[in-house]
């Protein structure tokens, strides 16, 4: 089994690369922010876990958390947001490892928005989806409504580029088209021996 972990700044690409690796080479997908999504839900740790910050005024009166109102809350204020990651992100990651132990996939990709050095011990391989940032910033607008200002206030919180390369071992230049990326894909398969071949269609 390989499992390599995938990651890049706000609409670079990430979940259109992640949907190349399940259609040419059958591998199981993991989001992160779907596994952290699920772990808010009521029962779960992750929402017991923010209410005990937080309060229960964050919950809905159907006792969900409160979304939009929660990333209003945490997504003006670092160190709130600190908080919620220092909670959110080790949950997610155990979780992350409990599916990747009961797979018996040969390939696995993990998609997250932040890799750290905790990552190490998951993936194998760190790739970097890379995107001009006016590429992104336009597949944004146009693709999800998003305005400019949104773009760029959710750019400004993630982290640099340099970051991101520092702690990557490939990068996928996703600028161009998705058949561009399907190659470069192709050829970092390749060079860590995985590749045999796309599955045909
Ligand atoms: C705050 C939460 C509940 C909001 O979730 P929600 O389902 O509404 O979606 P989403 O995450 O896309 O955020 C909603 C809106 O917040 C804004 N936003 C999202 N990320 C950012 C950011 N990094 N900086 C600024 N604004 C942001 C955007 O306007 C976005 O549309 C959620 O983001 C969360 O739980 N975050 C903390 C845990 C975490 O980091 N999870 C990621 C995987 S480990
Ligand atoms: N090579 C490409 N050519 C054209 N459009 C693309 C390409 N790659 C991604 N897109 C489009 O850009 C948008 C952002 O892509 P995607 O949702 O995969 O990004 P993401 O990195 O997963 O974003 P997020 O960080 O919000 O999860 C989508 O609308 C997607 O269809």
């Excluded at 990651?93 to 797979?103: C, V």
Aim: glycine fraction near 10%.
């Amino acid at each position: 089994m390989m499992v390599l972990g995938l990651t890049g700044g706000v609409g670079a690409g990430k979940s259109r690369i992640l949907e190349l690796f399940s259609k040419d080479y059958g591998a199981q997908m993991i989001q992160a922010d779907l596994v952290a999504r699920k772990l808010e839900d009521p029962g779960q740790p992750g929402l017991a876990g923010l209410v005990s910050l937080f309060g229960t005024g964050i919950l809905q009166k159907d006792g969900t958390l409160d979304r939009k109102g929660f990333a209003e809350r945490i997504f003006g204020n670092p160190e709130a947001l600190k908080r919620v990651n220092a909670l959110i992100h080790p949950l997610t990651w155990n979780e992350i490892k409990r599916q990747i132990r009961e797979s018996s996939a040969d390939l696995i990709v993990v998609e997250a928005a932040l890799f750290d050095e905790r990552s190490r011990e998951v993936c194998q391989y760190l790739l970097y989806v890379d995107t001009q940032d006016e590429i992104r910033i336009q597949r944004l607008m146009e693709n999800r409504g998003y305005s400019r200002g949104k773009c760029l206030d959710i750019m400004k919180n993630q982290a640099d580029r340099s970051r991101f390369l520092e702690l990557a071992d490939f990068v996928i230049d996703n600028s161009g088209s998705l058949e561009e990326s399907r190659q470069q894909i192709r050829q970092i398969l390749k060079k860590t021996g995985y590749d045999n071949g796309p599955e045909e269609v």
